[in-house]
């Protein structure tokens, strides 16, 4: 007699952990799949219980994790799989917002491939797509456009994969890299060793290389973590690592509680209404500029010598102008 095992009866919940499961080369753990759908281990269980009464292909996956992982084992769900007018538009908007030219041509050509997919219901589509993009807007941002060759990126894309060193003239030098990671902000920029220097990490933006070229040469990338060393920064920038305090009024209190500075964040709400928010950084130049955005309701507490450096800013500020 088959075993009657208890099965987890949420429809949505099953179908978007079978394109999740599917996702992942090595599978999802019960771990996994509890924090993604905020229920307990039990539960997490009880799904992929019900996911393998509807694919039986679905079985543990061999890892060296400790953890059990499982998946589908030579299985595609591709042919269940769609993309709602939402997801659709939300990518649109997206390309509409970027500031790079080429990554602007790029995205559009990966809304073009997920579009011939759902080619069967794309007038319908179209239409809501078109709702979405009337309906939300973006305001202008003074943002600078740089000029980045995509297959520049693609250079860097293949170095990172493979660890192979790449070397390209930057500030009219001549540089062999180990590339590291790509950081993306109002500028690109690409982490690296450069080996002339040593095992210094440092940051090029990626806009003023020449003549990037992949080398056949290898380089071991370590135990460098590209989310660990941005984590660490305020923006791009790099340095001593400041404790820093910033206060806002009463005044300013219920935006900045709900901005993010920075990962390590904690907020203290004070007494009089204002509030302060303590993080560790480094990059004191951007830190700055970030409280000037915030005006006169926002003041520095701590380091004192990151208060004083701002003083002295706003003074060569007010002297040259």
């Known amino acids: 007699m088959a075993e009657n095992k208890p099965r987890y009866s949420r429809v949505s919940d099953i179908l978007d952990l079978a394109i999740f499961m599917s996702s992942k080369i090595q599978g999802v753990t019960i771990n996994e799949i509890a924090e993604r759908y905020n229920v307990s281990r039990r539960t997490a269980e009880r799904m992929r219980d019900s996911l393998t009464c509807i694919f039986p292909s679905v079985d543990e996956i061999e890892t060296k994790d400790t953890q059990k992982h499982w998946g589908f084992i030579n299985y595609s769900i591709s042919h269940l799989i769609s993309f709602t007018p939402k997801e659709i538009g939300n990518i649109e908007q997206f390309q509409r917002r970027t500031t790079n030219k080429e990554m602007k041509v790029e995205l559009a050509r990966t809304v073009e491939k997920i579009k011939s997919l759902n080619r069967k219901n794309m007038d319908i589509v179209e239409n809501n797509i078109d709702l979405y993009l009337q309906t939300e807007g973006y305001a202008v941002r003074q943002t600078p456009q740089y000029k980045i060759d995509l297959g520049v990126i693609d250079v860097i894309r293949e170095s990172l994969q493979h660890s192979k060193m790449v070397k390209g003239i930057y500030h ?120 000037f955005k915030w005006g006169a309701n926002c003041r520095i507490l701590a380091p004192k010598a990151l208060k004083e450096e701002y003083k002295q800013y706003l003074e060569e500020c007010l002297k040259n102008n």
Not at 220 to 245: A, P, R
């Open 172 to 291: 009219n030098k001549e540089r062999l890299l180990e590339p590291l990671g790509l950081i993306y902000g109002e500028k690109i920029y690409l982490v690296a060793r450069e080996k002339a220097k040593g095992n210094e990490i440092y940051n090029y933006l990626l806009h003023k290389f020449d003549e990037l070229k992949l080398t056949d040469k290898t380089f071991e990338k370590g135990d460098f973590n590209l989310q660990e060393y941005t984590n660490i920064s305020f923006g791009v920038y790099h340095g001593e690592v400041l404790d820093v305090k910033l206060s806002f009024s009463k005044e300013l209190a219920q935006d900045a509680s709900q901005y993010n500075f920075h990962p390590t964040q904690k907020i203290k709400e004070e007494k009089d209404g204002s509030i302060t928010v303590s993080f560790k950084a480094s990059g004191s130049k951007e830190i700055m500029w970030h409280v």
